[in-house]
């Protein structure tokens, strides 16, 4: 049980992302958690869509962002956060599937800088279709009250 | 009156910001649609947060990506649509106000590739503050069924 | 022998590799060509330097680009050509070497635009240290007379 | 006459850029140095071409990364280096012309990371032509001996 440990990686990559309301809005699950890796799952959902009625930019953004966000925190001390400095996303097919598959890696760690590569598959019969990739420059932030955990 | 004119392309963005399911879940108004510029704007709502209580990294992305995508949308052809390929976002400042405003500008029109830049802004008491700001490229799509309007 | 086929992608890069005099000014060569993969190769050297004698971010850009762009150029018709749309570049460590290996491969291939990612290493003694990653989009060009090979 | 005085910002740029080896490979000058705000500008030479005859993407990236870095440098403390983090850039015209005027300036000065935009402008006859657009982070860095000035 991790929820024992709270220096433990998974347990807090998990209270934060309950944090997230906005991922709870996104109908986003954490699905796996591992040092340097952070998966995250969603189904397909009307409302989630764009005008042609695929997911969203925006939905598949939040979701790489949040992966490699949190694939930041397994590396990072206990008592640091991370902040998102900037990330570029390249969208390689249309946001069309039954659910989809949200995974973020750590690129390059670093004591104040962290590059994170996210990709994006949608999931339906057959086999993952990569819809969109993610590279993004976090910031471990410590110290500040507004930004903990 | 543009509801009477389909070939006003202040008609075509309101009709197709319309259908983009994705802007009502987040709350999203479309403000002011002009030749080559675009704004959106949304009041704060815990649901659309991450972890520290800002708003989130994607829902900027989305509002700027709308922004930028219908800014395209008014200096194209009625029957062709757009698709974004990429943007990049660069996080100025941490996403707290009362209200936010995306606005999206086209850097370069094309006839196959547009390119365009955005900038978002959180609204409270006093001067709005630069919270974000996005360059991103959108295609022109012309004769495919499942992308129109 | 690939000289003997102007249909070949080997053949067609290194023709189109040897027309951009940039490279040559860099001292740059093209190691290896395979399809959706292209290597290429630099010295160190002091007129490439940026103000703490590191390789110039500038430099990293043009060997990643050039390694991003003739991978499209092996999956494409032999009477296409391609331009650069955008690249994003992370610098992930000092450029600092003897030698530096520039990589790029195929993300996502496609008639219109293709997506590439590059990494460039340093090479000194010991393993490869990775100092740079790209992610870039190219636009496959027919028909345009300033744009050929 | 700022020579005499170490600490004014247009003595540090230029000091700084004198020492960027590649500029003078590249045959760029220093033509502007303002508070948030650089220009470099450059004689086109075919030694800097790419496949097609036009300005190479490495050479655009190169200038404009000089540029907004320098413009980062106007904005910190006098004893603070800058190291670019990562930068991307969108090619809008091909890069012809006689001469190309690259500027630089801040977005958003801060003590750790600053964001700075560039663009690129081919110079004819007739008015500048935009040619390329950049979006940078540059990091601060201070009390690194490898990085200084």
């Known amino acids: 049980m991790d929820e024992v440990d709270p220096g433990d990686f998974r347990t807090r990559v998990?209270?934060?992302f309950g944090r997230q309301a906005?991922?709870?809005?996104?109908?986003?699950?954490?699905?796996?958690?591992?040092?340097?890796?952070?998966?995250?799952?969603?189904?397909?959902d009307a409302k989630l869509t764009q005008q042609h009625g695929f997911?969203?930019?925006?939905?598949i953004s939040a979701a790489l962002d949040a992966a490699c966000g949190y694939a930041a925190y397994t590396v990072i001390d206990p008592?640091?956060?991370?902040?998102?400095?900037e990330f570029k996303v390249n969208l390689l097919s249309p946001g069309r599937g039954e659910r989809f598959l949200f995974r973020g890696e750590i690129t390059k760690p670093g004591s104040t800088i962290i590059v994170a590569d996210g990709r994006a598959?949608?999931?339906?019969?057959?086999?993952?279709?990569l819809i969109a990739s993610m590279s993004g420059s976090?910031?471990?932030?410590?110290?500040?009250?507004?930004?903990t955990g």
């Open 14 to 16: 998990r209270q934060s």
């Open 22 to 44: 906005f991922m709870e809005t996104l109908g986003a699950d954490l699905t796996r958690v591992e040092h340097a890796m952070v998966e995250i799952e969603m189904p397909f």
């Open 55 to 59: 997911l969203h930019a925006g939905v």
């Open 79 to 85: 008592d640091a956060s991370i902040l998102t400095i």
């Open 121 to 129: 598959y949608a999931l339906t019969n057959g086999p993952a279709k």
């Open 138 to 147: 976090m910031m471990v932030i410590r110290g500040r009250e507004d930004v």
